[in-house]
């Protein structure tokens, strides 16, 4: 039939030959998935979670006297010490003096305001008298009603003059209290830089004496600038001593800005709310709450994204595919932020694995 016959004798065994690799082939490929398209990035993610978010300022602090309680001496002006009844830690009650000066442009301010009052007296004595003998002519119509007219208004000047020399000379006197400094509150004077019959000036370089009530103390901390922005008195504040007392309640008092405008940092004082206990020069750490939200929507900082469009997060889907939602962002912390819009809670956001990740991708979460 012009087929070629194989022998009867090999067709059994290429029968069998093909059985046997019909069977491997299909062992080898058993529980094999079937193909599921693009491979799925694996990426972490963290639960958006109801909670409270607070933002603090933590930095190390000083136990020091209250700013009403800490007065330093100087001199009004350049002057000498004439009397400095005080020496260091001697305890002084309010009104004490501390040191008195001889200040001489006052002592010349105070003798030509008592020349000045002298010289207007004596003007006041002459008119006086002018006017009384005037008087006394014009009545008899001897004097001219002119005459008699310019002696009453030199008598109006000189009652003038002489009221006002006299309000000079009160004023200088009062400005007198200057030579003379006295302690505004009880306390112990902590150091003494001069002596009596000391030239001294009226430079903060050159202090004259430091008095403190170490009763009235408060925390002084040195907070960045930027942090510095946020501080206002009567925030609340957290004192722990670093010895491992209990922490102490505490509330902002003041801040200072830095006078130099390009200085990294700014003083904050805090004033303790109960009695304080830590004494003076106790190192302290501090805790400053800056801002609070009692039931915010939290997520990582790390899960946020930013374009053209805004803020945004990756949401791990139900499906899992990667969603991409825009949000509205409120407080944020060193590592929280605050979601006001865009998400809701026990939703799962992407934090690592970001940048391989797009809307739509399948995604796989790993641990």
């Excluded at 090999?10 to 093909?18: C, D, E």
């Excluded at 001489?104 to 008298?129: F, K, M, P, V, W």
Aim: contains cysteine; proline residues 7%; glycine residues 6%.
């Amino acid at each position: 039939s012009g087929v070629m016959q194989q022998p009867a004798a090999r067709r059994p065994r290429q029968l069998l030959l093909a059985f046997l690799c019909t069977v491997a082939a299909g062992c080898g490929n058993a529980g094999a998935p079937a193909y599921e398209g693009p491979t799925a990035t694996v990426v972490t993610v963290a639960t958006a979670q109801i909670r409270e978010l607070r933002d603090v300022a933590n930095a190390p602090g000083v136990i020091v006297p209250a700013a009403v309680a800490d007065l330093t001496v100087y001199a009004p002006e350049m002057a000498e010490i004439v009397d400095l009844p005080v020496q260091a830690d001697q305890p002084v009650e309010a009104g004490d003096v501390l040191v008195q000066f001889d200040i001489a442009s006052l002592n010349q301010e105070l003798a030509a305001a008592e020349l000045g009052e002298i010289e207007a007296q004596a003007r006041l004595d002459r008119a006086r008298t002018e006017l009384s003998r005037q008087t006394d002519l014009f009545e008899r119509g001897i004097t001219s009603r002119m005459a008699h007219d310019a002696a009453r208004l030199e008598h109006s000047a000189a009652e003038t003059a002489l009221t006002l020399a006299r309000n000079r000379l009160e004023a200088v006197r009062a400005g007198q209290d200057r030579a003379v400094v006295r302690a505004p509150f009880s306390g112990v004077v902590v150091a003494v830089w001069h002596q009596k019959g000391d030239i001294v000036r009226p430079d903060r370089s050159d202090p004259i004496l430091r008095l403190i009530d170490p009763t009235r103390v408060q925390v002084a901390v040195q907070l960045p600038v930027a942090q510095l922005a946020r501080v206002l008195p009567g925030q609340a504040a957290t004192v722990r001593a670093i010895a491992g007392l209990e922490d102490e309640p505490a509330v902002v008092a003041s801040k200072t800005e830095a006078l130099d405008p390009t200085a990294p940092t700014g003083e904050v004082r805090l004033s303790f709310t109960n009695p304080a206990t830590l004494p003076l020069d106790t190192p302290v750490s501090v805790e400053i709450l800056l801002d609070r939200r009692a039931d915010a929507l939290v997520i990582p900082l790390q899960a946020v994204n930013r374009d053209v469009s805004g803020p945004y997060v990756m949401v791990a889907g139900p499906d899992g595919l990667a969603q991409r939602r825009e949000v509205r962002l409120g407080l944020a912390t060193s590592d929280l932020v605050e979601v006001v819009t865009g998400l809701e809670p026990g939703e799962q956001v992407i934090v690592a694995g970001l940048q391989d990740v797009e809307p739509g991708m399948p995604i796989a979460i790993g641990r």
